[in-house]
């Protein structure tokens, strides 16, 4: 097993290194980091299931990068220099004075746009890999008591949302099966609410007997120490941020 | 440990009494069994334990009800933790965390133990449960015994005084279900906890409890020795319907004490008269079938034929491809390459009334098929649906278990209702092939006796196969007429029902156990051999 680092320091990594990227707004450095992130997931997954929503996050990213582009070509100021093509122009009226939809696409227009979209994809990838590497419970557990509280509670209303897909697709099976072939809101949402109820009742029932709420303070098992390896993770990120942002 | 003082229990907008004037009490280190009909009152009477009933669930309680001399009324349920471990029936619904360790660590953290005694307390129970080579698993991606075995260890990692289970063994396989059964007993008889356990197949528990409190249904409750109230109960285990059709002067828990009153009858008697099958024609064919998700091999070429008329078991452990098998033979998953033909058609490429009238499909979840308010509704959309005379439905179930009240919304029937509700409406559309996806969790003896009366009877009737997926070997000896073994995507025996059965210990029904080297399944076979002697 790998040796785990703090729960905090790949979020501040995160933190720091997207401040970096954003104050530098460089296309190049933006993607190096973002394979960064890609190899980091792939070097540190441990197999949780928390490491799926990584390939979330790429899939958010590429759309971001794609609707930004789109949209830069279509609406905007225009930017001199070389065309590339030409699109009709919709006429608007005078009181939208600035504004354009359609026209001259140039080079520069363009990679403007995808300049842009590739900084915020950027940050969703840094996130996503920090979010993918620790464990919202772990994450919870260095967090003061009152965050924690709260905490567990979304945690928990977040872990219900994939088993409510599995109901979903099992009920959706067996009523195709009954020859039900349209999906009807009455005919999904019933049985559906029906377990998700029950499932959340029983949940609360369990938490309830095992003690939960019970003590006003509330211990940790195996806490996360700050090690070694933690601050040079840190040091190393403040130190690039900074040169960065310096640039 | 335990002790109810007069303890009556009703819930507001029923008119049933669950319990009244219950009085006992529950010594350390006993292991207690509850049983009675399914909606009879057993998890209620589990739960009274340590306070969700009616803490949590509302319901109106007279007497008293202390554990280790704390009152369950003066308390909520979190203040009983440390001293009674509670396991639901369906144990992953009440995970909190998603890795092994953690969710075995939560209980401890909320009652803030200090870290070095949760340390040493999860491996200590880690050693007990045998996890410790799955510490760090996600629980998701456990087997169905591995997660029931985490639910326990979780309870017991408090060191509770009294552990309650209800139905820890409903979704097992055989083989799973009795190592929880054999960690359970270590626990009483190393560790005098007092455990209380309900479950429907008195079969796999029997032997082990002490006493048993059997909830008659109208309030009434009767507590005493398994001997005792096995001898008049009437939902008993396949061994002391044996003893009661043979007339023997006592009854026997365990299949040793039963052989040992019926050595000479299994000395006396001609063997089993063979069953010869006529052969018949090829309803479901089953062509090289593989099946594969996330790279993983559910199905390697499977072959299989299943005839008209015969009654098909498909058994196996959890996770060894009945459920992909099933759904591709029903035509919602498609296979990588092989070929499924029911009736000369591909099932996958069925929609609609035609799929209804070509396969007929009970889920594991019967009520995944149930959407509306009544029963008299659901009946009559069946009816509508499949074109036949309105009222038809709600006869055929009503024939299947008399007495349903047809304004009853289909929730509040108990889990033998609600299948046979589902199963009136499935047959409804007069489907040439019925296929079940482990019917039987959570059925008492008389519930499962009629289901397999209707099964035979629609096999009969129609000559029309019926392929069940089941962990219940009781079942399958009484219903089956042959059984499909499978293990690791693999046909592993295919044959009739008493050669498969016998030819494996720990899938053999308890009679074969006790009339073994005699080719004897169920008590019939036993009353019908004897008979021709």
């Known amino acids: 097993m790998k040796r785990p680092l703090h729960p905090l320091t790949l979020w501040i990594w995160a933190l720091l290194t997207a401040i970096g990227v954003v104050s530098l707004d460089s296309t190049r450095v933006a993607l190096i980091f973002m394979g960064v992130a890609v190899l980091l997931v792939k070097v540190r997954a441990d197999g949780s299931p928390w490491n799926a929503t990584f390939s979330w996050s790429l899939r958010i990213a590429i759309f971001i990068i794609t609707i930004r582009a789109i949209v830069g070509v279509l609406i905007g100021v225009p930017i001199p220099g070389t065309e590339l093509f030409r699109i009709p122009i919709l006429e608007l009226p005078s009181w939208m004075p600035g504004i354009r939809i359609g026209g001259a696409v140039t080079a520069e227009r363009l990679s403007s746009s995808l300049h842009e979209g590739i900084i915020i994809a950027a940050m969703i990838v840094l996130f996503g890999a920090a979010s993918a590497l620790t464990s919202p419970h772990k994450l919870l557990r260095v967090l003061p008591f009152f965050i924690y509280e709260v905490g567990i509670t979304l945690v928990i209303a977040a872990s219900v949302f994939p088993q409510l897909v599995q109901s979903l697709k099992r009920i959706r099976k067996a009523q195709r099966l009954r020859g039900i072939e349209k999906i009807g809101l009455r005919t999904l949402a019933l049985p559906l609410l029906e377990e998700a109820l029950s499932r959340s009742l029983q949940l609360a029932e369990s938490m309830d007997s095992r003690g939960y709420g019970v003590s006003r303070k509330r211990s940790r098992y195996r806490p996360s120490p700050w090690s070694k390896r933690d601050s040079v993770v840190a040091i190393i990120s403040i130190v690039a941020s900074g040169f960065m942002v310096a640039q | ?533």
């Not at chain 2, 007497?63 to 144990?91: C, E, F, M, W, Y």
């Not at chain 2, 083989?175 to 429907?200: G, K």
């Not at chain 2, 074109?387 to 024939?399: C, D, Q, S, W, Y």
Request: proline share 5%; charged share 25%; aromatic share 4%.
């Open chain 2, 1 to 533: 440990m335990i002790k109810f003082s007069n303890v009556s229990l009703i819930y507001p907008q029923s008119t049933k009494t669950i319990l009244e004037d219950l009085s006992c009490e529950i010594e350390e280190g006993e292991m207690v069994l509850v049983m009675g009909h399914t909606g009879s009152g057993k998890s209620s009477l589990l739960r009274l334990i340590n306070g969700l009933v009616p803490h949590h669930t509302g319901g109106i309680l007279a007497g008293d009800i202390t554990v280790d001399g704390i009152s369950t009324r003066a308390v909520k349920p979190g203040a009983l933790a440390h001293l009674v471990g509670i396991v639901g029936q369906n144990p992953v619904n009440g995970f909190v965390t998603d890795i092994v360790e953690e969710e075995l660590a939560f209980g401890m953290e909320a009652l803030n133990f200090p870290a070095d005694v949760m340390r040493k307390r999860v491996e200590e129970v880690l050693d007990l449960l045998s996890l410790n080579a799955i510490r760090d698993r996600s629980i998701s991606t456990l087997s169905g015994g591995e997660q029931q075995r985490v639910a326990i260890a979780a309870a017991l990692v408090m060191h509770p005084k009294v552990l309650v289970l209800d139905e820890p063994t409903s979704a097992l396989d055989p083989i799973a279900a009795e190592e929880v059964l054999s960690v359970l007993h270590r626990l009483v008889h190393d560790l005098s906890v007092t455990v209380i356990i309900a479950e429907h197949r008195l079969e796999r528990v029997i032997q082990f409890v002490d006493r048993i409190i059997l909830i008659e249904g109208d309030g009434e409750t009767s507590i005493g020795s398994a001997d005792e109230i096995l001898q008049r109960a009437d939902l008993v285990p396949p061994i002391i319907r044996l003893a009661r059709a043979l007339n023997l002067s006592e009854i026997g828990l365990s299949v040793r004490e039963v052989r040992r009153l019926t050595t000479d009858l299994r000395e006396n008697v001609v063997a089993h008269p063979e069953q010869h099958n006529s052969l018949n024609k090829n309803v479901i064919e089953v062509d090289s079938l593989a099946l594969a998700y996330n790279k993983k091999e559910a199905l390697k070429k499977v072959s299989t034929q299943v005839q008209a008329g015969e009654i098909v078991a498909l058994m196996g452990r959890n996770g060894a491809g009945k459920s992909s098998l099933l759904e591709t033979i029903v035509g919602v998953s498609g296979p990588d390459s092989g070929s499924v033909l029911v009736n000369g058609v591909d099932p996958a490429t069925l929609r609609g009334r035609d799929r209804r009238t070509a396969i007929g499909y009970v889920p594991q979840e019967p009520s995944d098929l149930l959407y509306l308010q009544s029963v008299k509704q659901e009946c009559e959309s069946a009816d509508k649906e499949n074109e036949i005379a309105l009222g038809a439905t709600f006869e055929f179930l009503n024939r299947l278990v008399p007495n349903i009240s047809e304004n009853t919304h289909p929730h509040d029937l108990s889990e033998g209702q609600r299948l046979a509700l589902v199963l009136s409406i499935v047959l409804s559309s007069n489907p040439k092939v019925l296929v079940l996806d482990e019917p039987t969790r959570g059925l008492d003896y008389q519930a499962k006796a009629l289901f397999s009366l209707a099964l035979k009877e629609f096999a009969q009737k129609f000559n029309s196969p019926v392929l069940l997926a089941t962990h219940d070997v009781e079942l399958v000896a009484e219903l089956a007429d042959r059984v499909i073994f499978l293990a690791e995507g693999e046909i592993v025996a295919d044959g009739r029902t008493l050669e498969v059965l016998l030819s494996s210990p720990a899938f053999a029904p308890q009679v074969a156990k006790v009339m073994s080297p005699q080719p004897w399944l169920t008590v019939d076979d036993v009353i019908s051999a004897l008979d021709v002697k």
